[in-house]
């Protein structure tokens, strides 16, 4: 290789071992400093240049000399050569003789010893020619010899950066699948370790570090993904080294890294964000946990955050973590139905701007959040609330555990993990409940419940003037009942009157009575979702001994007829109207032995809405006294008794016997369906749409159990179940 001279004047060292990483990006190279902790880059230099001429190239192999705390690499300008470089970010040439005529792209420094007796080399690696040492302890005025290691051509590594390990003087590097190397130079060996987990990043691994404990990071071109690695051991004996992502830093096609090795790695301010779930969750800086830069442009403005607030803590270790308290700006997700196992539950966000979120729950609870476990990939929220819905795992776990989400402006380069450092954004971790859990009728399919309200009257007889899909569920601790979530979808609405819809949670099994009495339930903490949103009220109905659960006062109230449309998706044409979904948890106080509690069905039943016309018969009648229930199910306390064998009626419901809500041929006013349901358009009797219903009713379903599924097309709500 020619020689070259030295400029006649040189920059100065850089004044400490700086604790950022420099790395050096693009064809023409730009030198910036990187927080690894934060991710967040510093520009150093906009254009790394020489003193007489200006660069036009990359400069790559990069390493920091802590000796002389000196930069050096390799500069690709012709005539390409090994440079040094100051903190005025000026570029001298090395006069460096025995190298071959090739670019240098992998490079480090290796620093020796102790005081006087301390010395440095710079190495430089290419696979088709080898390893290559240079001393730098001499006078850089002259010329320096390369020498190359034996055999070490032969290689033949796929390696875009390596770095040596401040403590043990081995090599690391890492390829493009992830395998990882470890180097002796004193022996001129190569030894492969373990291929590392790198997730999803492909292509070149440019820019590779060590700090002073013995972590090794490596950072991806493509994803700007900063991976470390514990090498606190060295040389790699008795474990299998783990890699995590630490930080999602800025990508390049170009990327070379260099950084001090006796520097630290930690929180230096409180502008960083950290979750807070216990060890053996991967939350300190120590096991490259979860972090935000919240402010990365330092001005306070703009910032993407949940809740109403972010804050930041120095979490370096899991010693800090415990000495920390729960951060108080977790704020900004609302857990508003039970967390039981195979169900949807319901969340709320709230984001402070247009955002995209990322979340793992721990259902396993064996204290990690793994990748299997993501129940939310990089979902665009609105700033403001926002309902999401979560599914749970029929396999998860009844007790405590973690959730963790993380919200970002959406600029990262690849979907983040659970771990790791990101520019922007917050990280709000969550302790919950999980449930096992009891389905009725099962975890994804639904019953339909059809009401006709003209009762004690035979009506109209259409079976549509409430409809409903409807689920229960049992919310499970081992052999007791701790709550109940019901799920349900208001699908169509046939009458002129007003109707509620309530749930009594009482169900009768083989002659017994299992029932929740309303001192049983935790009031307080009942949670009422309605198409996603967080309802508040009342919802337990006073006054009562049982558990009566007041769902919609008025279901009218809830929905909105299509124009040209008098009823809510029961007239033929009019049935485009979404459906109305709705959820509520009912936590008990205390638990309660499952064989002693009521579950499947439950009682669910429609009354009078207050305030609303019901027939002359309820005239100076307290509206409230009015109910139908499935058939020969009792009414509640509430019901007006006076109401049955009403003069003219068509009910015989004769309580002594059992029987109620039900007429002289056994029809009732109220039934459930064991399955989505096509109801009658308006105005068609049940018995016309489905020809086999009747004879169903009047055997109390001995007869043409399947009756529901011989029906007249053109006498449906086609799009009912929809």
């Known amino acids: 290789m020619p020689s070259f001279f030295p400029c006649a004047v040189y920059s100065q060292p850089f004044e400490t071992c700086p604790s950022k990483a420099f790395l050096i990006q693009d064809a023409k190279a730009q030198l910036y400093g990187i927080d690894l902790v934060s991710a967040k880059p510093t520009v150093l230099s906009s254009e790394l240049t020489f003193e007489n001429e200006v660069n036009n190239e990359s400069v790559n192999a990069v390493g920091f000399n802590y000796k002389d705390q000196y930069l050096y690499g390799f500069s690709k300008q012709l005539p390409s050569s090994v440079v040094q470089i100051g903190e005025n970010f000026e570029m001298k040439r090395i006069n460096v003789q025995g190298l071959p005529v090739t670019n240098f792209y992998v490079g480090d420094i290796q620093v020796t010893g102790e005081g006087v007796s301390q010395s440095a080399s710079y190495y430089v690696y290419h696979p088709n020619f080898g390893l290559y040492a240079m001393n730098l302890d001499g006078d850089l005025n002259a010329p320096i010899t390369a020498s190359r290691l034996p055999n070490t051509n032969t290689w033949r590594l796929s390696i875009f950066d390596f770095a040596f390990h401040p403590t043990s003087n081995l090599l690391y590097a890492v390829e493009s699948n992830g395998d990882l190397h470890e180097i002796d130079i004193l022996t001129s060996t190569s030894k492969f370790i373990t291929q590392v987990d790198i997730g999803d990043d492909t292509g070149a691994f440019g820019a590779a570090y060590f700090d002073i404990n013995g972590q090794f990071y490596f950072s991806n071109n493509k994803s700007g993904k900063i991976h470390k690695v514990d090498l606190s051991i060295s040389p790699v004996v008795g474990y299998t080294p783990v890699a995590n992502v630490f930080t999602s830093g800025p990508k390049s096609s170009q990327n070379d890294g260099a950084r001090c090795a006796i520097a630290d790695v930690k929180v230096t301010d409180s502008s960083i964000d950290f979750g807070d779930a216990p060890a053996p969750y991967n939350t300190s800086l120590d096991k490259s946990g979860a972090r935000h830069l919240f402010d990365p442009t330092s001005t306070g403005s703009d910032l993407i955050y949940l809740g109403d607030l972010v804050d930041g803590e120095n979490i370096n270790t899991d010693a800090d973590l415990i000495n920390t308290p729960i951060d108080a700006s977790d704020d900004g997700v609302s857990f508003v139905t039970a967390i039981s196992a195979g169900q949807n539950t319901q969340i709320i966000v709230n ?12 259902w396993d609870q064996n204290g990690t959040f793994s990748e299997d476990e993501r129940m939310i990939t990089k979902l665009a929220v609105n700033q403001g609330d926002n309902s999401i819905l979560v599914s749970v795992p029929s396999n998860t776990k009844s007790g405590q555990t973690w959730a963790r989400f993380r919200v970002t402006d959406g600029t990262e380069a690849s979907l983040i993990t659970a771990t790791g450092g990101v520019l922007g954004g917050e990280v709000e971790d969550y302790e919950i409940t999980t449930f096992a859990s009891s389905v009725y009728p099962g975890e994804n399919d639904w019953v339909t419940l059809a009401y006709e309200d003209k009762w004690p009257f035979a009506g109209d007889y259409d079976f549509n003037d409430l409809v409903l899909n409807y689920r229960t ?33 009482k169900e009768t099994v083989a002659g017994s009575t299992r029932t929740i009495f309303r001192d049983e339930v935790d009031e307080d903490a009942i949670a009422f979702v309605i198409d996603g949103q967080l309802q508040n009220g009342t919802y ?7 558990a009566i659960l007041i769902f919609m006062k008025d279901t009218w109230a809830h929905v909105a007829k ?9 007239e033929d044409n009019c049935d485009e109207n979404v459906k109305v979904t709705f959820s509520m948890t009912i936590p008990l106080k205390t638990p309660k032995a499952k064989a002693a509690s009521p579950g499947t069905l439950l009682d669910p039943f429609i009354f009078a809405s207050e305030g609303f016309y019901h027939g002359d018969f309820l005239v100076d009648k307290e509206t409230r006294g009015w109910e139908v229930h499935i058939k020969n199910q009792a009414p509640t306390e509430a019901f007006d008794t006076s109401l049955f064998k009403y003069a003219g009626s068509d009910d015989v419901s004769v309580s002594g016997n059992g029987l109620y809500f039900l007429s002289e041929n056994g029809l009732p006013w109220a039934m459930e369906v064991g399955m989505q349901w096509l109801h009658p358009i308006e105005g068609v009797d049940i018995t016309d749409a489905y020809s086999s219903f009747a004879e169903f009713a009047q055997s109390s379903g001995k007869q043409k159990p399947q009756w529901f599924n011989n029906y007249s097309i053109s006498n449906v709500v086609v799009k009912g179940d929809q």
């Open 540 to 546: 337990l109905e006073a006054d009562r001994n049982e």
């Open 562 to 570: 299509e124009s040209g449309c008098s009823y809510f998706r029961t």
């Open 351 to 362: 984001a402070s701007a247009a955002s995209f979120l990322y979340a793992w729950f721990d």
């Open 473 to 505: 569920t049992q919310l499970i601790e081992g052999s007791n009942v701790v709550g109940y979530k019901i799920d349900g979808q208001l699908i169509g609405i046939g009458a002129t009157y007003h109707n509620g819809f309530a749930v009594r949670l």
